[in-house]
């Protein structure tokens, strides 16, 4: 099994900052199936980058994703006040066919 | 637009049954698309509970495989759960969501579930 490690565990910035969080995978994976989420509280967690890097729908461009073998990364550029909340990676495994979560970065102002 | 809703009943006793629905407007669930349950226990992170395939066909976590069965209705859309033997370590939000090629791209808003007597 994968296991997702999610690097710092809390992130403590401010407006306009540059935000960088990691996620490290346990073995190599297919990085369409590495996937960000944000949650807000009392929210439901809401897609941010697919297949590694690729913004969904309606996502603002300050929000970027990349990789590098096993470490993936989100970046958000430019720190708006929205921006303050919960960030989870997400594998999806073919073998068994499941989802894994990281553990979550609380990125606080 | 896509919706979904969960609902059942919030407060399920101990050793008892948790049945929740998953109302879909906006997208049929007999599509071609993977529909699935994840859980947030109070304070924590995600865990994904299972998926359904327009034609029935099941995946589930393995640490929930013994007590889980998802199904899918095509004539309602809608897709439910039913986990069996519950705990108070099955205490939880419950979300249901749309699958999209490896990630999730839709979510209910959550339904919490209480196991208590």
């Known amino acids: 099994e994968i296991v997702l490690t999610q690097s710092p565990g809390t992130l403590s910035l401010s407006p306009g900052e540059r935000a960088t969080l990691s996620c490290r995978a346990s073995q190599s994976v297919n990085r369409r199936y590495l996937a960000w989420y944000q949650q807000k509280p009392g929210q439901a967690p809401r897609l941010l980058i697919y297949d590694a890097s690729a913004r969904a729908t309606g996502i603002p461009d300050r929000f970027s994703g990349s990789d590098s073998g096993t470490d993936f990364t989100l970046t958000i550029s430019r720190l708006e006040p929205e921006d303050f909340a919960v960030y989870y990676c997400?594998?999806?495994?073919?073998?068994?066919?499941?989802?894994?979560f990281g553990q979550g970065t609380r990125l606080e102002i | 637009q896509v919706r979904l809703q969960e609902s059942g009943p919030g407060l399920v006793k101990p050793s008892g049954t948790l049945s929740l629905t998953c109302a879909v407007s906006g997208f049929s669930v007999s599509s071609v698309t993977w529909w699935s349950w994840v859980r947030q226990s109070p304070g924590k992170g995600l865990e994904w509970i299972g998926e359904?395939?327009?034609?029935?066909?099941?995946n589930y976590n393995p640490s929930l495989k013994n007590r889980l069965t998802i199904s899918i209705d095509n004539s309602k859309n809608l897709f439910s759960l039913n986990l069996a033997s519950v705990t108070a370590a099955d205490t939880a939000v419950y979300y249901c969501t749309k699958s999209a090629a490896y990630n999730l791209d839709y979510w209910g808003q959550g339904a919490l579930v209480t196991v208590s007597s």
């Open positions: 997400q594998l999806y495994g073919d073998s068994p066919p499941m989802y894994t």
């Open positions: 359904i395939f327009s034609s029935g066909s099941t």
